[in-house]
Every structure is written in C-alpha cells, then in structure tokens.
C-alpha cells in the first residue's frame, strides 16, 4: 500500500498532484488536507481510491493538531508527502495588513515546517517529500515581498533537508514552477488594497508541471524548476546582481499598472 499526504488538495496544483501521484507513482491512498470540505470531498470522490479527508485551517494551531492526532491515532506509512497549501497577496508593506502578512508566513513557512516536521518520523526508506517554493523565490520581489520571501525559506530549508534526510533513503523536492493557471494568480491580485499587474501570462499548464515534479521527486531530486523562463530566471539569479533583477521585476510591474491604468 502506498499513501500520500497532500495539504491544499481542494484545488490547483495540490489537487493535481493527487491525480499524478495516483497514475505515475501509483499511490492507493490520500489524505487530503485544506479547509473547503466539499472541494475536498470532490477530489475524493473523482480519485477513486480510498482517502481521508481532514478539513484544517493550517494556519491556526488547531489546524495543524487535528493533523497531529490522526497520524498519532493511525500510525500510517507516508510514501508521499506535497505541502501544496499556500497563498501569496501583492501589495507594498503599507497596504498589506499585519493579519494578511501574518496568514501568510503561518501557512507557506511554518504550516510547511510543522506538518513536514511531524510526518517525517512516518516515512520510510523511499519517502518523498514535495515542498511548494516558486520561482519567485529567485530574486527579491518589492511589492510581493512577503511571498516570495517565504518561498525563500523553503527552498533552503527543502534543500537542507534533502540532505538531512537522505541516510534514511527519503528525499525532498522544492518544487519552483512559474505562473501556473489555477486559482493563485486571480486570488492574490484580487485583495484590497494590492498592487496589481493585469498581465502575467503566460500560464503554465498545471498538469504538465506536476507530472514533470512528480518524476523529478521520484528520482530524489533536491529542486524541480518547471519551464525556460523560470529556468532563465534561476540562472540569472547566480550571474547577475539581483539588484538589476529587481530593476527588471519593478520596470514589468510598471508596464502593468500603466496597462492596467489605460484599460479603466
Ligand atoms: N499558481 C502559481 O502560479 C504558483 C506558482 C508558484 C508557486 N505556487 C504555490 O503552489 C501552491 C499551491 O497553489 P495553487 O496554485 O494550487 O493555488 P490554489 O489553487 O489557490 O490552491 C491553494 C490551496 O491551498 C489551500 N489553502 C489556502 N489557505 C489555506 C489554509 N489557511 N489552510 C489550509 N489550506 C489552505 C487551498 O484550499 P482551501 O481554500 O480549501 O483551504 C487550496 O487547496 C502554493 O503554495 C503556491 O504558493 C503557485
């Protein structure tokens, strides 16, 4: 029997790993974790095989407990692990609230830390971990800095740890896609108050690049960055300044907002 753990499997790119992990790696079983229960009960249901739903707020503790208790309750083997629940807002350090900003950290580094943390005692030799970093992780970002900031940390920290844990045969990948067509992009230039550029295309195709991160944390790789620009993007990022990297993330988000200005 082969089980899988996936944190924002109601949608997006957690959702889609469901399905991947099922046909490629050939997983039986899910746990699947994020808060919209009928989403969740959806992708259950669509899958086909066997799975518990747990419906946490991961970015509250009795979110992460009720985690917690069902891996103490049922001592289950993890084969797979893809903390895919995440969110990201644009918007400059005085128009992001401290609740906003705090979500944010709480779920994308320290959900990811805890619910690793407590799975990994679960998985055996041939364990895999996937954490969701980005390729926004590459470059400061001025007015999406606390997202991508948090991706920051779990590159490292996915990095470190697949060396951590590679005496016991388990790996883990940090997964760096570009911009992936699910509901991420619209959510986070729809909040109050944020910086919006209009146009960040082109999306990638979200099966396309789990089935390429899937095959990439078989194999135990340490990172998976998905397409040529995000490639590019990670290659400047070692030759060039990131101050002249910035320069070029701020000149796009001002073709944005004069784009965006033009269409009102
Ligand atoms: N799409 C992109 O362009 C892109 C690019 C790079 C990296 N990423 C990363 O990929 C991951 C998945 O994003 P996505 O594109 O699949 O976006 P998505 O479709 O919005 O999915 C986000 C998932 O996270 C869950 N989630 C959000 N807040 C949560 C909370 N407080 N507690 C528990 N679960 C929560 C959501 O479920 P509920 O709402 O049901 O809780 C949903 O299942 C994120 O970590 C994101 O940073 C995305």
Same mark, same amino acid.
């Given at each position: ?24 790696? &050939? ?38 407990? *009720? ?7 049922? &001592? ?82 996915? /990095? ?37 550029? /209009? ?31 995000? *490639? ?5 990022? *070692? ?14 988000? *001002?073709?944005?907002?004069? /784009?965006?200005?033009?269409? &009102?």
């Amino acid at each position: 029997m082969s089980i899988a753990v996936i944190t924002g499997a109601s949608s997006g790119i957690g959702r889609e790993f469901a399905f991947k992990l099922r046909d490629i790696a &050939k997983v039986t079983e899910f746990w699947l974790i994020a808060r919209n229960v009928e989403r969740l009960e959806k992708v259950r249901d669509e899958l086909g095989v066997p799975c518990k739903i747990i419906s946490a707020d991961l970015t509250k503790s009795e979110g992460i407990d *009720k985690y917690r208790t069902a891996l103490e309750e049922e &001592k289950l083997e993890i084969s797979f692990l893809v903390n895919a629940a995440g969110f990201g807002v644009f918007g400059s350090f005085d128009v992001l609230s401290e609740d906003t900003v705090t979500d944010m950290i709480d779920l994308n580094v320290k959900a990811t830390v805890l619910i690793t943390h407590m799975s990994v005692p679960y998985m055996k030799n041939g364990g895999r971990i996937i954490e969701l970093g980005s390729g926004s992780c590459f470059t400061p970002l001025p007015h999406f800095n606390i997202y991508s900031s948090s991706k920051v940390f779990v590159l490292h920290y996915t /990095k470190s740890l697949n060396y951590e844990l590679r005496p016991y045969g388990v790996r883990a990948t940090c997964f760096c896609p570009g911009w992936v067509d699910t509901a991420f992009l619209p959510k986070s230039l729809d909040a109050p108050g944020a910086y919006v550029p /209009k146009s960040m295309k082109p999306l990638l195709d979200v099966s396309k690049v789990v089935e390429g991160c899937v095959r990439a944390s078989i194999k135990g790789r340490a990172m998976y960055v998905t397409n040529w620009y995000t *490639k590019l993007q990670h290659l400047l990022f *070692k030759l060039v300044p990131d101050c002249i990297l910035t320069k070029l993330w701020l000149g796009m988000l *001002k073709k944005n907002e004069e /784009k965006s200005a033009e269409e &009102k």
